[in-house]
């Protein structure tokens, strides 16, 4: 089970575990919630604001702490790619979990 966390808070994403949905190198799910994230890691890098980017196999966190005048583009760039997590988790109940943090 992929369990995903997005804080609207900071704003961050905390991805965690595999779908084994299939064998390793075959597994779709996998492949698309590891798509999104590093695409969100390398948007939150190309920022420029202060971040926290950690990808390692099965543990990811992105987070980002903008300043205010780049506060909506960073919402904006979370909220985006949150959108194929909540799809896939909605598809694949069984293999991924995803949940929102409110402020």
């Not at 492949?31 to 994230?37: P, R």
């Not at 926290?52 to 980002?64: E, H, P």
Request: aromatic share 6%; charged share 25%; net charge negative.
């Amino acid at each position: 089970m992929i369990d995903i966390v997005y804080d609207k808070r900071v704003p961050s994403v905390t991805v965690r575990g595999h779908a084994e949905s299939a064998p390793e190198g075959q597994d779709t799910v996998c492949a698309a919630i590891s798509a999104l994230t590093y695409t969100l890691a390398a948007d939150v890098c190309r920022l420029g604001c202060e971040n926290l980017v950690r990808l390692q196999k099965g543990d990811a966190v992105i987070s980002c702490t903008p300043p205010p005048a780049l506060r909506s583009v960073a919402d904006y760039l979370f909220e985006s790619i949150c959108v194929g997590f909540e799809i896939i988790s909605r598809d694949y109940p069984k293999n991924v979990r995803y949940e929102i943090v409110k402020g």
